[in-house]
Antibody, heavy 116, light 110 residues
């Protein structure tokens, strides 16, 4: 069964850092694009970052320069390093497998709270 | 900055047909936008319904279909059921690796 599962959420202070992980199973991880998507309470989904199978990375302007997506194919793992965190980064963060421009598999999400 | 537009809310009667749309504040949606659709109930992770305009994700009932209607992407539910009452989000590929979600549509089945 194709699955992805996030970990590493929690509380961080404004200006602080946090690293999220996503463990993948049931598919050949190295051959898929992978993404992070977030959702603040009561708000729409927001695409946060993508990494291609070749390691190319992409970000929206809202997180570019602060967040870094990476992958470790030998461990079937995806990461999101979040620096210079802001209160506005508070959200549930989802890991998702890429499929033809969108996503086909989602994790259950992990909560990140940025507060002093 | 281009905004992805969706109807904030829609309603449909049980057994009826409803079409949700996904457009751009500037320009047209095409198959090259690789439109995809996601269903989400409160407190749950999103579920993929459609990707690449009209490909149903695994396990998605045939009553969900995707298309391009005019200059927008569309999600049509034919024979709506009570369990289809959810929030629906579309995603568009903007090029250069960038994706943008719409604001979401809340569908009521009544």
């Amino acid at each position: 069964e194709v699955q992805v599962a996030e970990s590493g959420g929690g509380l961080a202070q404004p200006g602080g850092s946090l690293r999220l992980s996503c463990a993948a199973s049931g598919f050949i991880f190295s051959t898929y694009d992978m993404h992070w998507v977030r959702q603040a309470t009561g708000k729409s989904l927001e695409w946060v970052s993508a990494i291609g199978s070749a390691g190319d990375t992409y970000y929206p302007g809202s997180v570019k320069g602060r967040f870094t997506i990476s992958r470790e194919n030998a461990k079937n793992s995806l990461y999101l390093q979040m620096n210079s965190l802001r209160v506005g980064d508070t959200a549930v963060y989802y890991c998702a497998r890429g499929m033809q421009g969108g996503f086909d598999t989602w994790g259950q999400g992990v909560l990140v709270t940025v507060s002093s | 900055q281009t905004v992805v537009t969706q109807e904030p809310s829609l309603s449909v009667s049980p057994g009826g047909t409803v079409t949700l749309t996904c457009g751009l504040s500037s320009g047209s949606v095409s198959t090259g936008s690789y439109p995809s659709w996601y269903q989400q109930t409160p407190g749950q992770a999103p579920r993929t319904l459609i990707y690449s305009t009209n490909i149903r994700s695994s396990g998605v009932p045939a009553r969900f279909s995707g298309s391009i209607l005019g200059n927008k992407a569309a999600l049509t539910i034919t024979g709506a059921q009570a369990e289809d009452e959810s929030n629906y989000y579309c995603l568009l590929y903007m090029g250069s690796g960038i994706r943008v979600f719409g604001g979401g549509s809340k569908l009521t089945v009544l």
